[in-house]
């Protein structure tokens, strides 16, 4: 039980609390967020010339405002609730199993009026976004590289295909590397339209027979590669047992 001294000490605080708070949402209108619409609160009455970066901003910071909003608003009906308790001589014990709330957690929390084992705080949200669905992994559930030999154009693919018309990267960030500019963009080097390089210069028929090379730039290219590597030999130079499997038989 707690003695008449230590509530009123607790009055006291939670008073005090409440004040301090009161007088700071009454200072900042609650966040702007008294101040009516969205665009006249953050001083604009359209969004239509505005750049999608500065919307961005300034959705993230009305963001911010609506959950110190509501943070401060929970910790004013916390103080409510406490202070009621004491008019009803409830103060100090546990809402839900009545048992005493240790006096080192009043200390520490003097709004509270549950015992750390029924706290509400301790349970976990599992509402997540509905975004998430498709941005968690990295590209979400669209992206195929990594499953099953997927070749399909898939979403990282397509963010390829857009970043490779420009992304927020400035010269500047280039100022020790050697790619080129028109490249920083994930896996630049990356082939488009095919996997190997060998398939934008190789065909067949729809058999897979008739194997043909058409000599083109990426052709060349794969060959400069292949000699500067050491790998480009002739057919005359194969060893046997990769050899044989090429000659035909005869009979």
């Known amino acids: 039980m707690l003695s008449t001294q230590q509530l009123a000490e607790f009055r006291l605080r939670l008073l005090q609390e409440k004040s301090e708070v009161t007088e700071r949402l009454d200072q900042n209108d609650h966040f702007g967020l008294e101040r009516g619409h969205y665009h006249e609160s953050m001083g604009e009455l359209s969004s239509y010339d505005n750049h999608p970066a500065d919307e961005g901003t ?3 910071e009305r963001e911010k405002d609506i959950a110190l909003n509501e943070h401060y608003e929970l910790q004013l009906s916390n103080i409510d609730r406490a202070l009621a308790a004491m008019e009803n001589g409830t103060y100090g014990k546990c809402e839900v199993c009545g048992k005493d709330i240790p006096i080192e957690r009043l200390e520490a929390l003097p709004n509270t009026t549950y015992c750390i084992e029924h706290s509400p705080d301790q349970v976990v949200s599992h509402n997540r ?16 590289d990594e499953k099953d030999e997927n070749v399909a154009f898939d979403a990282e693919d397509a963010w390829q295909e857009v970043a ?3 992304t927020s990267e400035t010269p500047s960030d280039l100022a020790f590397s050697e790619d080129n500019y028109q490249d920083i963009y994930p896996e630049s080097d990356e082939n488009i339209g095919y996997v190997e390089d060998y398939e934008n210069f190789v065909g067949n028929d729809m058999y897979g027979n008739d194997i043909k090379v058409y000599p083109n730039a990426q052709h060349e290219q794969y060959e400069e590669a292949l000699d500067e590597e050491g790998l480009m030999t002739s057919f005359g130079d194969l060893p046997a047992y990769e050899h044989d499997p090429y000659v035909e038989d005869k009979d």
């Not at 976004?129 to 195929?144: C, N, Q, R």
């Open 164 to 166: 490779s018309w420009g």
């Open 129 to 144: 976004p509905i975004e998430e669905g498709v941005l968690m992994p990295d590209f979400g559930k669209f992206d195929m």
């Open 58 to 60: 300034d959705l993230y």
